[in-house]
C-alpha cells in the first residue's frame, strides 16, 4: 500500500482517501467526499473522473481538453473546505464551500467556490451540478461572504457564457467553470 498522501487534504493515504473513487472501487458517499474527490481529479489530471460526476445535465459545456491543460499546467497547493451543508447519507442535496490554491505561470491563486451537489436516487451516486466561484490572488486579501451584507464587486462577475479569465478564449464553463 503506497504512503503518499491524498492531495485533498484529509491527510490520509491516497490509496485510503479519494483514490478508491477515482480508480472506481468505491463512490463518494457525501457531497464533501466528492467534492474533495474531485479536487484530487484536478492534481491527477483524472478529467474523465471529473467528466463523470457532474450532473448529466452539464457535461454537454465540458471541454475536457480545456480542462486538462488548466489541470496539468496548474502547480496544486491545497484545498480547504470553509463550509458544508447537508450532503450526508441519506441527503439528496448538498452545500460545500472551499477554497482550491494553485500556482499557474508563477502566480497564486484561490479559487473559492460555493459548490452544489446532487445525490441521483437511481444510482445513489453524487454529482456536482453547479458553483457560484471567483479567483483571487496571494496578496489580494480575501473575504468569506457568510454576513449577509450586500457583495460589492471589485470586478464584473464572470458569467457561464463570459470569456474566461484565463485567456484561452473559450467560455468559462467550458474552461474554468467545470
Known sequence: MSS??????????????????????KIAPTAEALMRSRYS?????????IKSTLAPESRGDFDEDAVKQWSQKSEWLGLEILRTEAGKE???KGVVEF?????MKGKVVGHHEVSQFRKEKLDGRWYFVDGESHEHHDGDG?????????VVRAEPKIGRNDPCHCGSGKKFKKCHGA
Do not use: W
Not at 481529479?41 to 473522473?49: C, M, P
Not at 477554497?99 to 500556482?103: F, L, Q, S, T
Open 4 to 25: 503518499e498522501l491524498c492531495p485533498c487534504g484529509t491527510g490520509k493515504p491516497y490509496s485510503e482517501c479519494c483514490g478508491p473513487y477515482l480508480g472506481g472501487e
Open 99 to 103: 477554497n482550491a490554491r494553485y500556482k
Open 90 to 92: 441519506g441527503d439528496t
Open 142 to 150: 480575501h473575504h468569506h461572504h457568510h454576513s449577509t451584507e450586500p
Open 41 to 49: 481529479a484536478f492534481v491527477k489530471a483524472e478529467i474523465g473522473y
